[in-house]
């Protein structure tokens, strides 16, 4: 993929878009790579250790926690955050359920970039990681109100895009 159409893709996607394109070309000079998925495959795999760092392009994948499906990514979410940022474990494994197309940073080359453009791009993922905090807590809340059938969960709760 030639740099101008991936420069186009970087101003799509919000993790990106309080860069300027002098700051958004210096993200692209980054080595990295696109990796495809297969459907079943697994993009990141829960207890893992990894330094990468996901932006799906194209495709979907379920986010499994402990064995069960908690939310849907599409693009342009983002995914592996929490290992990337914070060298923990993967916290979920991530399955395509279709073909996907990501890309792949590394934590090293990120440390890399300007103060500014590590900075920006880690508070985007910050608000990101807030969002999904915010929802589930509506979702605890809401189940604590009204407690419904483990049968129902899945249905009732369709709305919550967890992630």
Not at 129 to 135: D, F, N
Request: charge should be positive; include cysteine; glycine fraction near 4%.
């Amino acid at each position: 993929m030639d740099n101008n159409k991936l420069l186009a893709i970087l101003g799509r996607i919000p993790l990106f878009k309080n860069l300027d394109e002098k700051e958004k070309k210096l993200v692209l000079s980054m080595p990295k790579v696109y990796e495809l998925f297969s459907p079943n495959e697994h993009i990141v795999k829960e207890g893992e250790v990894s330094p990468f760092f996901y932006i799906l392009l194209t495709g979907e994948a379920n986010v499994v926690c402990r064995g069960q499906k908690v939310a849907k990514v599409k693009p342009p979410q983002f995914i592996g955050e929490v290992g990337f940022i914070c060298r923990e474990p993967r916290i979920a494994t991530v399955v395509a359920t279709e073909q996907v197309m990501a890309m792949k940073l590394d934590a090293a080359n990120f440390e890399e970039l300007p103060a500014r453009i590590r900075e920006t791009i880690k508070d985007k993922i910050i608000s990101g990681l807030v969002s999904r905090l915010r929802q589930v807590n509506t979702a605890l809340v809401d189940l604590k109100k009204n407690p419904i059938s483990k049968s129902s969960l899945d249905e009732q709760y369709a709305e919550y895009e967890l992630i």
